[in-house]
């Protein structure tokens, strides 16, 4: 009997106190909606883009850097050596091009004309020879000049007559100058030695590792001596700005809250502040989904991811900090 009166006392005590805590618990809230999240920022990978040893390493985990401030470089001693062979063929293929262009000089056309000349008074000779010989062996009949002479004569002259032609037309392309065929072989030629030197430069400027934007140096994953590769990163960086915290909210609360609506960020290590924020993004689909088929009191267990984004002067909020979030709602 004692005993069954202290478990009756007991279940009566539970039971007041279970009562006073209902009716003198602070009641909800209507203007705001607590959710609770981790702070989340974005982050790169950083490589460089060609596979060459790593001469320095110049920024350290935790330090805050600039974008296009300088974090690592390739030795480019290799580069330099390809890019001056690159550019010392251009200037020679230059030269070319600039000659076929100026054309022939006027020296070089009083040369052809001389050798026309030249070719003509060989010519006329050997046609007076042959002349003469033909008149010689008809006067006699044959007997004064042998056949074998007399044909001797005609190929003289008739080589004599070739190499005048030959001349002839050395002396007019010399007129005419380089051909437009040969000048656009030259030129392209030039343009592809040009190419070349502008993809060497490109490469040189890309064996220095540069931060893209503002951020902090999460982790240096190489050192100078590294063989670097486009696979390999060189450094994370987390992107300074935008800062959010990703938090979740019930099915039953997605209808209170909006894009753009104002929020305030509270974390641990600073009780009683807060940093001002707005809801930045609201998932339209469930995170989690207990059945494909959905029952009316299963709904409220769905949640959907909210992005609310912070406005960290200061610089506090660190990449996967808990944070509680409250969003102001209406009624």
């Known amino acids: 009997m004692n005993k069954k009166l202290v478990g009756i006392a007991i279940i009566a005590a539970a039971a007041i106190a279970a009562g006073a805590w209902y009716w003198s618990r602070p009641a909800p809230n209507e203007k705001e909606l607590v959710l609770y999240g981790n702070v989340d920022l974005r982050q790169v990978a950083l490589a460089f883009p060609a596979s060459e040893r790593v001469a320095r390493v110049l920024a ?38 600039a000659r076929l262009k100026a054309g022939t000089r006027p020296e070089e056309l009083a040369q052809a004309r001389a050798r026309t000349s030249a070719a003509q008074a060989e010519a006329d000779l050997a046609r007076q020879q042959l002349d003469r010989i033909v008149a010689v062996q008809k006067d006699s009949n044959g007997r004064a000049v042998s056949q074998q002479d007399a044909d001797a004569a005609r190929a003289r002259a008739r080589s004599s007559q070739a190499a005048l032609e030959q001349a002839r037309q050395g002396q007019e392309l010399a007129r005419h100058g380089s051909r437009r065929e040969d000048i656009a072989q030259a030129q392209a030629q030039l343009d592809a030695g040009n190419a070349a030197i502008a993809l060497l430069q490109y490469q040189l400027g890309e064996a220095s590792l540069k931060a893209p934007v503002n951020a902090v140096v999460r982790a240096r994953l190489m050192e100078a001596g590294d063989m670097a590769s486009p696979q390999r990163p060189v450094y994370t960086l987390a992107i300074a700005d935008p800062k959010w915290v990703r938090a979740y909210v019930r099915e039953a609360d997605l209808g209170r809250i909006k894009p753009g609506g104002a929020a305030s960020i509270s974390i641990d290590s600073q009780p009683g502040k807060t940093l001002p924020g707005k809801v930045g993004y609201i998932s339209s689909a469930a995170e989690f989904t207990p059945k494909s088929v959905q029952t009316e009191e299963l709904r409220t267990a769905l949640v959907y991811e909210v992005r609310v984004l912070a406005e960290d002067k200061a610089d506090v909020l660190r990449m996967g900090m808990p944070a509680t979030v409250r969003i102001a709602v209406g009624h």
């Open 60 to 97: 350290e985990e935790g330090q805050q850097v600039q974008a296009g401030q300088v974090l690592a470089e390739l030795d480019t001693r290799g580069l330099r050596l390809r890019l001056a062979e690159a550019e010392a063929q251009a200037a020679a293929q230059q030269q070319v091009v």
